[in-house]
């Protein structure tokens, strides 16, 4: 599936032009952090999200958060330029100018260490944990500049979905961010290989009579058969515990079901949703969503601000 949506990516990028960094709010980028990483302060996992919107001196940015050094206002110019907005001169300032021309170099401030960067490729091959691609993305690569064994080696875009790679180097050795998980536009474009159970909600606060909506995914992109036993008709459950810990809702409570253990094998993904009333006071409760399985655990909890 992954091979399939990036196909149609590759040519809606080749009718009308390519967008190498998709900017609309709610995008977000996840990146699994490896190589050497001793005395590097950061995190296995690094999370980049498009938070909101603002305009400075007329023009429409982007709020772009969890990159090095903070959140970012970030939008692409007239000539296709990454560019971001700095506080401190009340300027904008390069980013990758994803319209120059193959080897053509350019001027970089994203880090401080690499001013001088160039496009080494527009039909670049990467290799990832979301799959093979060969000859569909951009490489920038980045000189060596003032800062000794530190700073950025290369970056690499693919069309509509974003930055895919980044390679950096620091005293210890070389540091990789691979993209693990891409939400573009409200939909799961990319994920690696996973078994991951997830809960939303449709509001982010509620009124006391209001109703809640919760839809639980679970997703098994392995390869591999997910078998899961249900020891009745049961499928899911939604639990509310308040600022105390102590329980007060529970979907299933006074609800009937058949006694026939199921067993499910699941691949790809599976959704169930239903709509609770739980009628509670103002307050902040946790909200735990879960599948009725036995011998095993799969349950996540939400925050739920009550109105």
Not at 80 to 91: I, N
Not at 197 to 215: K, T, W, Y
Not at 268 to 290: C, D, I
């Amino acid at each position: 599936m992954q091979k399939i949506v990036f196909a149609a990516m590759a040519l809606t990028a080749t009718l009308s032009g390519q967008d190498y960094f998709p900017l609309e709010v709610g995008n977000q980028w996840i990146y699994r952090i490896g190589g050497a990483l001793s005395g590097v302060q950061t995190p296995g996992t690094l999370v980049v999200e498009i938070m909101g919107s603002r305009t400075v001196d007329g023009r429409e940015y982007f709020q772009l958060a969890g990159m090095p050094g903070g959140m970012r206002l970030v939008r692409k110019n007239e000539a296709g330029t990454l560019v971001f907005f700095s506080e401190q001169d009340r300027g904008e300032h390069n980013w990758v100018a994803f319209g120059a021309n193959t080897g053509e170099a350019f001027l970089s401030e994203i880090d401080d260490c690499n001013p001088a960067a160039v496009i080494q490729s527009r039909n670049a091959d990467l290799r990832s944990p979301l799959g093979d691609f060969r000859e569909a993305a951009l490489r920038v690569g980045y000189s060596p500049g003032r800062c000794a064994d530190a700073g950025l080696i290369s970056e690499t875009y693919l069309p509509y979905v974003g930055l895919a790679q980044r390679r950096m180097s620091n005293i210890a050795g070389e540091v990789v961010w691979d993209l693990v998980y891409a939400r573009l536009g409200g939909f799961t474009v990319f994920s690696e290989a996973e078994r991951s159970f997830q809960a939303s909600l449709n509001a982010s606060r509620f009124g006391a009579n209001d109703p809640i909506a919760v839809r639980m995914t679970l997703r098994n992109t392995s390869g591999t058969p997910w078998e899961l036993t249900f020891p009745s008709g049961q499928d899911f459950d939604v639990a509310i515990r308040n600022e105390k810990g102590d329980e007060v809702y529970r979907w299933s409570s006074g609800r009937a079901f058949t006694l026939a253990i199921r067993t499910l094998r699941i691949g790809g993904e599976r959704n169930y949703a239903v709509v609770v009333r739980p009628n509670l006071a103002a307050g902040t409760y946790v909200l735990t969503a879960s599948l009725a399985v036995s011998r095993t655990k799969i349950e996540t909890t939400l925050p739920l601000e009550i109105r």
